[in-house]
């Protein structure tokens, strides 16, 4: 998922706005219908002097079009194989090369091969940029064909858009079909510094015939991604959907191999592995990367909520078959996380770094006790550890009671201790009510370095709301203060324990 999700960002905020630059007419050369082919040979060889004279090399015809000509009898060791010949005509002010002017015009053409020869029409001097693995800059394209090639640089980087919007969104495949070229919304204020996107479309599964109109609360990166793949359709595409149908795979499989090929290379993209990748997986991913973290299954029913707009609480109402399913790998990945936790916490307390906060004296006893059933288990040898899956058997049992906090860790051993559950008068809840934590006072947190960023930064803000308090606020100054000393007591004691015991 890294280096897919790496490579289409890059090509979107890097490659896109280049793209999006070209004139409108950079496909073809424009031409005034009806345009009169008289005078040709003198209007033509005009156009050959100043390629001659400014030293422009003349136009590489589009590798289908080479494959064309010599299907139809052209050999293969012709110089004018690879000349654009319609390129020419164009300049000259008329529409189309007729094939009887080759014999006549050969010499003149075949002269100016040999002086700038040929080169594509289009990207010779196109801007440089920074590779994506950091090691310099590179030219964003090499020089194209006119027709061709722009076409298949334009598609890979609306391919990319589309990875962008579905990886980030979790959108469904009949989601995706249903965007329309202006589904991205206005971004709206929601709050001093904050703009929420969204993307507008339609849910399918478990409506009725047609859907009905929803949008999707998403992140600037695919929001965007919506905006440059619209905009790469042009004015006058006709087209109402972003995508229409989506056929992912063929989609996907050109776009990896485009990354993993000399173009990729060229711009120092990481190659995308050879799995299996679909929009179903990509939307599962998605959620069990969600499990990873602090709050596990709610985070999954928030965010699913907002971005996918399905009813995420038959997850937890309907158990068995696919909810089931989902449920079991999240509570799976939760406690896969809580166990490296805890083995880190319990590294630390080897290596002399010891937890803090009012549950700091009973997770230390607990450790000391697994630290000498470990000796045992190695017979007392002196600097030997036990093995990281001896030592998670071990903590397992604790490691179950881990619930994560914003600013601590809560080992939820006994409900009745809870803090969170005495203020709620809840003494019977089984989970803890994190938004109620006063880890500074509850008998069950314990504070580690991981958490001194989140004390550090509520000590600051505290001592700018005091600074700021006028004379006339003694309550609110005393009840800030009392808050900060909690704050810098809280820090003074993580920074204390923090320093390895020698």
């Not at 300049?91 to 002086?115: D, H, K, N, S």
């Not at 989601?175 to 929601?190: G, S």
């Not at 083995?343 to 307390?349: A, D, E, K, P, T």
């Not at 989140?454 to 006339?472: C, D, H, L, P």
Request: with cysteine; proline share 7%.
């Amino acid at each position: 998922m890294q280096p897919l999700l790496a490579a289409a960002l890059y090509v979107c905020q890097t490659l896109g706005p280049h793209l999006l630059a070209l004139p409108s007419h950079s496909l073809a050369k424009y031409v005034a219908p009806n345009v009169s082919g008289s005078n040709w040979r003198a209007r033509i060889k005009e156009v050959i002097k100043g390629h001659i004279e400014s030293g422009t090399p003349l136009e590489l015809l589009p590798e289908f079009r080479i494959n064309t000509r010599v299907s139809r009898g052209w050999s293969a060791d012709d110089p004018l194989l690879t000349v654009n010949l319609n390129a020419l005509a164009q300049e000259a002010g008329i529409r189309t090369f007729q094939a009887g002017w080759i014999a006549p015009l050969r010499p003149v053409i075949e002269q100016a091969l040999g002086a700038v020869g040929v080169q594509a029409g289009w990207g010779k001097d196109a801007a440089l940029v920074p590779r994506a693995d950091g090691t310099g800059e590179v030219p964003w394209t090499l020089p194209l064909a006119r027709a061709q090639d722009l076409h298949f640089l334009t598609e890979k980087v609306r391919t990319a858009c589309l990875l962008v919007i579905a990886a980030v969104t979790g959108m469904r495949s009949s989601e995706l079909m249903e965007l329309p070229v202006d589904c991205a919304l206005p971004p709206v204020a929601a709050g001093p510094g904050r703009l929420r996107y969204r993307l507008a479309s339609r849910l399918i599964k478990g409506q009725p015939l047609g859907g009905k109109r929803e949008e999707w609360v998403t992140g600037k990166e695919p929001h965007d991604a919506a905006i440059l793949s619209a905009a790469l359709l042009g004015e006058d595409s006709g087209q109402t959907h972003l995508y229409g149908r989506v056929t992912f795979k063929s989609r996907y499989k050109n776009f990896r191999n485009w990354v993993n090929g000399p173009e990729g290379q060229r711009l120092g993209l990481a190659p995308i592995p050879e799995d299996l990748v679909n929009l179903r997986r990509m939307r599962r991913t998605l959620a069990v990367e969600l499990a990873h973290r602090p709050g596990g299954l709610l985070a999954a029913k928030i965010h699913l909520k907002h971005v996918s707009v399905a009813t995420t609480e038959g997850y937890a109402a309907l158990p068995g078959g696919a909810q089931g399913k989902f449920l079991a790998e999240m509570a799976e990945e939760e406690q896969e996380r809580n166990k490296n936790l805890t083995l880190g916490v319990f590294r630390s307390f080897q290596n002399g770094i010891m937890p803090t906060g009012p549950g700091a004296r009973d997770l230390i006893e607990f450790f000391t006790h697994v630290d000498g059933k470990l000796d045992d288990l190695t017979g007392g040898a002196p600097n030997t550890k036990g093995g990281d899956q001896e030592v998670i058997n071990l903590l397992s049992r604790r490691a179950a009671t881990l619930h994560l906090s914003t600013a601590n860790y809560c080992w939820f051993i006994d409900p009745a201790k809870a803090l969170c559950l005495k203020l709620a008068g809840t003494p019977g809840a089984k989970k803890p009510m994190a938004g109620m934590c006063d880890s500074s006072r509850c008998p069950q947190a314990t504070h580690h370095p991981c958490h001194r960023p989140t004390w550090a930064s509520s000590a600051e803000n505290k001592k700018v709301f005091i600074s700021s308090i006028g004379r006339g606020q003694k309550a609110e100054k005393t009840r800030l203060q009392a808050d900060l000393e909690r704050d810098l007591r809280v820090l003074a004691e993580i920074d204390a324990a923090a320093s390895p015991v020698a």
